[in-house]
């Protein structure tokens, strides 16, 4: 198999891979195509990489219900902290050493899983998100422009909000669609974002739209909650490999 044809399988399996995370769970493309792409190739790339299927995903997990224009009403102090945290993090992606970079995608990967695992149950009352809703986002932000990882504080965040189900799946879908247009900017800005990368982009929408329809009808068949603490122990995995290697 020659380098080309390597490169695509590496791709497709990724991102089918990262989608049935997505279906099954209602989020993980990014975290998961970071992490394993991160093991492959330059963070900055495979933040590249992942713009387009992030992006095609979310919109659809975002514009499935009616509620997404009060949400966006709702929210959109934490997503404008998003592009702006993005904004200044994207920075450090761009140019920082690869080392560096996989060092924080790995202590990211497994902050994340260790505080899921968790599970606390926190709540948020209503009139605290005036404030903490830009605090959040312009910390996303940070940890999206530098890791290409969009979960975190942003997902402990929302769900400390008490949304139902359906609401919480949209909001989900909504805050990584922001943090997805917001880091493909800011990787073109920096000048780490090519025309190869989109079309290769491009081409990782299809295992990943094929992923997340597998995800979907895996959810309606097995436990999700048990599916979620296998792919959370996955992550810390994955992110003590990433850190390890970059201390190497």
């Not at 920075?91 to 695992?117: E, F, K, N």
């Amino acid at each position: 198999m020659n380098e080309s044809n390597f490169l695509l399988a590496i791709l497709g399996g990724t991102f089918l891979a990262a989608g049935l995370v997505k279906g099954v769970t209602g989020m993980g493309l990014p975290t998961v195509a970071m992490g394993l792409l991160g093991t492959a190739m330059a963070p900055a790339a495979a933040a590249a990489l992942l713009v387009l299927p992030s992006f095609v995903t979310n919109v659809l997990q975002m514009t499935a219900g009616p509620g997404v224009l009060r949400l966006v009403a709702r929210l959109w102090p934490m997503l404008l902290g998003t592009v702006v945290g993005t904004a200044g993090g994207v920075v450090l992606l761009a140019r920082v050493d690869p080392q560096t970079a996989s060092l924080a995608l790995g202590l990211t990967l497994i902050l994340y899983a260790g505080y899921a695992l968790a599970a606390p149950n926190l709540a948020l009352a209503r009139r605290h998100e005036v404030w903490l809703g830009p605090v959040v986002g312009v910390a996303t932000g940070l940890v999206t422009g530098a890791t290409g990882v969009f979960v975190v504080p942003a997902v402990p965040y929302l769900q400390a909000l008490r949304l139902d189900k359906d609401e919480l799946v949209q909001a989900l879908g909504l805050s990584f669609t922001v943090s997805t247009v917001a880091l493909a900017i800011g990787l073109a800005t920096h000048g780490a974002f090519e025309l190869e990368q989109l079309g290769l982009s491009a081409l990782a929408i299809v295992p990943a739209l094929l992923g997340m329809w597998i995800g979907q009808a895996i959810r309606a068949r097995i436990s999700a909650r048990r599916f979620r603490q296998c792919f959370l122990a996955f992550l810390i995995g994955l992110g003590l490999e990433l850190a390890s290697r970059s201390l190497a």
